[in-house]
């Protein structure tokens, strides 16, 4: 740089002398360092071009870092001469150890650690300026420098390292001799929230020791720091408690599992038993392997609810004492712990083995979906809610909670609990993880409690990631990779001195779904990458088509690990609107580049197809929508299918009462009268409207006056995820939008699939229809959710 700033000094000097012109050397740095960054800029564009493609991949680093800048044509070469150097007398041969062990397992190389002052190959410093987590990372000719505080943020820097190298890095594969070109950069990186984390459900279905551990090495590639293993659920008891050895002889098997969606009526089940636990010598094992890659398990002992496969091992902690059988289909069961003195003898007994194996501060112990029915019907219950001066069974779960909580602080631990512990007053150290949205979140952090983020509309990944009709069966909803990278864990409304109070944010992979590692895979990446970077990243540093070039890379990298994972951020979709009483169609793609083609007759779009631009497609007639996408003239994501049904509403205008969730809103309020059905499997799609807690209460334009025959409505039925058919749909029909007359309703809408779809015959002259369909209202007793208001779900109202 100096040798720049003289050429320049001398030049200008030079140039400003013969105009008799002074400029002073304060001038001349502001002068070089606008030059510096023009050419910076132009290097960076210059990085865009093809030619430059492979060499922009190895910097994609997922979660991207608070800043990296790459250095262009200069690299270290790694080989199997390179050495580790670690600092001496602090504890940083976790973080080498497992780069070296990465190294061999591609490479077969052994790379030798020592504890020295070296400053060549790869180099440990201790920086005690540096947050925790927080790291530095420099590569140059020369060899690697990372520093960091501790070895936490040198591990983390040993990921973005890794990914500096050739995919074949994360290859299990020996490659013999070997020279890694590693690209000279710049990094400096530290963690947004000091939670992040996954969670992993190994009751529905059972996962082996094997199985965790290669969840938890995947978990550390992308820098998360915390494991949630729930071990205990109606399904099935997973871990050996000593004082109870029925809880794995029995808790731990059922006779049969459920078949299909929970949904699907009647029922089927495939006869076979199932089941399987973990020893306490195996936890230990996996504890000391995830302790390894800095990542703490928090074990999840479900309580008062979820509990019947400890009640089937242990009839007398339930409120019947008869014997029962482990769950054997999804859904929440009506067994719940019976608040005892026996009860609590044994919880303490349970959580003190549990407590005694795992060293992490934080203990959960569920507390969601509790169903107070038998508490309602039991003698006992009622006689300690009146001892006690409770008022209902809502504070009767408080005070179990904040009992389990006492023995729980007693050992210097700290609870957690789903954000139903909320209910009839928070324990008073609990940390809450917020599920059923931001709303009990928002609330636990105004009060000064800790929060874990985890709303079902950005973090539930059991729930189907595209619209396309040959996903895989999932438990319902929709939760495409976009809409988990834009998740904010930190609410709005939040008091900013309150924000330090949302320490994270956590995904859940609940398993009724997901019977073995490849259906696993496939329901965690890349989603689990998108959560990754919201944990991690800076909000400031977060870009969505950025992150979806980088993953590009990152796919590679998965694969080499032996991930498959789904490839849905390739597909086409669409956004239906309206424009002039018409119906028009934007296609768009997550990746830069994308060419989109489409046919309306069908037939299936080919690169020379007619290609959509920024300019919507006029949707005139009954069509069959087709899209694809081609990048560099190659087949990239499935084909889009829509079938559009022009009947005499769509793409006329509608008005709402009230308004949908945000969550189950996507496709805006005219979805429900574009001419496209939802699907019939998953609620959660662009064309279902969802609503909660409230009636759907509509009046549809349509322009001008006309025959109406028919009004045709489609509900969603899936009492499982508290979706209820609606007690009843009228139609109301008008000449001049003021005065109504009633044309005909449905008083009983049954059906014994999950779609309803009854039809109200109108046969009148109307411009206006008035739509009001009134939802079920609480959910019964004994039901999952119940006490809760059912959700009414509207797709397609077709009007003939």
């Known amino acids: 740089m100096s040798k720049v700033k003289n050429y320049i000094h001398h030049r200008l000097n030079h140039i400003y002398t013969k105009f008799n012109i002074c400029v002073s050397s304060v001038q001349i740095c ?68 497992y780069l070296k062990d990465k190294i061999q397992q591609s490479t077969g190389a052994h790379l030798a650690i020592s504890q020295s002052e070296n400053q060549q190959g790869i180099v440990f410093k201790k920086d005690n300026t540096l947050t925790k987590g927080a790291y530095s990372l420099s590569v140059n000719e020369e060899g690697v420098n990372i520093q960091a505080a501790s070895s936490v943020g040198a591990f983390y820097a040993v990921q973005s390292l890794l990914q500096l190298m050739p995919v074949q890095v994360f290859d299990k594969a020996n490659l013999g001799a070997f020279n890694f070109k590693i690209p000279a950069v710049q990094i400096k990186d530290e963690p947004r929230f000091p939670y992040r984390g996954m969670h992993l459900d190994v009751c529905r279905h059972f996962f082996s020791v094997d199985d965790v551990k290669r969840y938890i090495d995947l978990l550390a590639i992308h820098k998360f720091n915390y494991f949630h293993w729930h071990l205990t659920e109606d399904q099935g008891w997973r871990i050996e408690i000593k004082q109870y050895p029925k809880l794995t002889e029995v808790g731990a098997y059922r006779n049969e599992t459920l078949v299909g969606h929970y949904n699907d009526q009647p029922h089927q089940f495939d006869g076979k038993r199932y089941g399987g636990f973990y020893t306490q010598e195996e936890v230990k094992e996996v504890i000391a392997y ?34 029962i059988e482990v769950l054997n289909k999804w859904g929440i069961s009506e067994q719940v712990y019976c608040p005892t003195e026996k009860t609590f003898d044994f919880l303490e007994n349970v959580l003190n083995e549990v407590m005694d194996i795992f060293p992490g501060q934080y203990i959960h112990i569920g507390g969601d979906e509790c169903p107070k029915i038998q508490w309602k019907e039991s003698e006992f219950c009622q006689q300690l809610i009146q001892k006690e001066g409770l008022k209902n069974e809502y504070e009767l779960q408080s005070y179990f909670i904040r009992r389990i909580e006492k023995i729980i602080n007693a050992r210097g631990k700290r609870m957690i609990g789903w954000d139903e512990i909320l209910e009839g007053g928070l324990a008073p150290n609990a940390t809450v993880m917020s599920w059923r949205g931001m709303k009990g979140g928002l609330e636990a952090a105004s009060e000064g409690h800790d929060v874990i983020m985890t709303p079902t509309s950005h973090c539930y990944f059991d729930y189907y990631q595209s619209q396309h009709k040959e996903e895989p069966l999932a438990i319902g909803g929709f939760l495409p990779i976009e809409k988990v990278y834009s998740f904010n864990p930190i609410p709005e409304k ?23 590692c490849n259906k696993l895979d496939y329901m965690a990446y890349p989603r689990t990458c998108a959560l990754a970077e919201v944990g991690w990243s800076s909000k400031e540093r977060r870009n969505f088509k950025s992150f979806v070039q980088r993953l590009e890379s990152h796919f590679k990298r998965l694969n080499n690990y032996g991930v498959k994972a789904a490839q849905t951020v390739y597909d086409i979709d669409a956004d239906f609107r309206t424009s002039g009483g018409k119906l028009i169609a934007f296609l768009q793609s997550n990746v830069p580049g994308t060419k989109v083609t489409y046919t309306l007759d069908g037939s299936k779009p080919r690169l020379n197809s007619s290609e959509f631009t ?94 109406i025959s028919s009004v045709n409505f489609r509900f969603f039925k899936g009492e499982g995820q ?49 739509i009001i369909v009134k939802r079920y209202g609480k959910i019964p007793e004994g039901a999952q959710g119940a006490g809760h208001e059912a959700w009414l779900f509207v797709d397609e109202i077709t009007v003939d």
């Open 290 to 323: 995830a302790n390894a890659r800095f990542i703490t398990i928090i074990p999840e002992i479900e309580m008062p609810g979820h509990a019947q496969a400890a009640i089937a091992a242990y009839p007398e902690l339930g409120c019947t004492s008869e014997k």
């Open 614 to 707: 920024s300019v919507p497609i006029p949707i005139n007639n009954s069509a069959e929508l087709r899209a694809a996408g081609f990048v560099n003239n190659e087949r990239k994501g499935r084909m889009f299918e829509k079938d559009i049904n022009i009947h005499k509403a769509a793409g006329k205008s509608i008005e709402l009462k009230y308004q949908p969730a945000a969550r189950y809103s996507a496709g805006g309020t005219t979805a429900i009268i574009n001419g496209i059905k939802g699907s019939d499997e998953r609620y959660g799609d662009k064309e279902w409207l969802g609503f909660e807690a409230k009636d759907l209460d509509a009046i549809i334009d349509l322009n001008e006056p006309q025959r």
């Open 30 to 97: 502001v002068i070089c360092g606008i030059l510096f960054l023009l050419s910076f800029t132009a290097c960076n564009k210059k990085l865009q071009t093809s030619e430059e493609k492979s060499y922009i991949g190895q910097t994609a680093i997922i979660p991207v870092p608070l800043e990296l800048i790459a250095i262009k044509n200069t690299y270290f070469k790694l080989d199997k001469n390179t050495t580790i150097s670690i600092p001496t007398n602090d504890d940083w041969a976790l973080s080498a150890k």
């Open 494 to 516: 939040l008091d900013k001195d309150k924000t330090q109070h949302i320490i994270g944010v956590q995904a859940n992979l609940w398993t009724e779904y997901i019977p073995n």
């Open 722 to 770: 508290w979706i209820y058919l609606p007690k009843k749909a009228s139609v109301y029909f008008s000449m001049d939008g003021s005065d109504y007359e009633l044309a005909g309703e449905t008083n009983e809408i049954k059906t014994s699939t999950k779609i309803a779809s009854p039809t109200i015959l109108v046969n009148e002259n109307a411009r206006y229809l008035k």
